[in-house]
């Protein structure tokens, strides 16, 4: 059965531009509960760690680069089929190929710097959400 957690990063683009509060709008009337949240710098080996999983790829310097740039604000979210139903709401990695009323579509500059992560699978999404959040963090959102 597919879970019902899943991890958003709002990047530095949107969170410099003051597009961080009107993000969270658009999830929560997607029907996604925020259960914790966080506002962070990332430092360079926490980024390059995050996206490992790209190291190869050509495109890590300057995703690295861009995701240490300024602060960032990871978003532990709750919904049925969470990560399909995040993926869905967020769009295509470049903001041209999204869907109307995606987050990218409305918020992202380009593919480099396109707002907001989420994670593609739910293994990935308990990796990705210990990465950001400690049980204590946890234990706290599961009360309110
Ligand atoms: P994200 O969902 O955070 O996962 C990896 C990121 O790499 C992706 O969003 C893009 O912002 C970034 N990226 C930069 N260039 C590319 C590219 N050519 N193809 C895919 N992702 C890219």
């Known amino acids: 059965m597919p879970g019902t957690r899943t991890l958003a990063i709002i990047k530095p683009d949107a ?66 089929n969470a990560v399909l139903a995040l993926r869905d709401a967020i769009g295509a990695t470049d903001p041209k190929e999204a869907r109307d009323g995606t987050v990218r579509k409305l918020y992202a500059e380009s593919k480099e710097r396109n707002a907001i992560h989420a994670s593609d699978s739910d293994d990935n999404a308990e990796r990705e959400i210990r990465f950001f959040f400690s ?10």
């Open 15 to 80: 969170v410099g531009s003051g597009k961080a509060g009107k993000i969270i709008a658009l999830l929560e009337s997607n029907g996604f509960k925020v259960r914790a949240c966080r506002m962070l710098r990332l430092a360079q080996p926490q980024a390059g760690a995050f996206y490992e999983v790209h190291k190869e790829r050509p495109f890590f310097a300057p995703l690295t680069a861009f995701m240490t740039s300024g602060a960032c604000m990871p978003l532990l979210l709750e919904k049925d």
């Open 135 to 144: 049980d204590v963090d946890l234990l706290s959102a599961m009360d309110s």
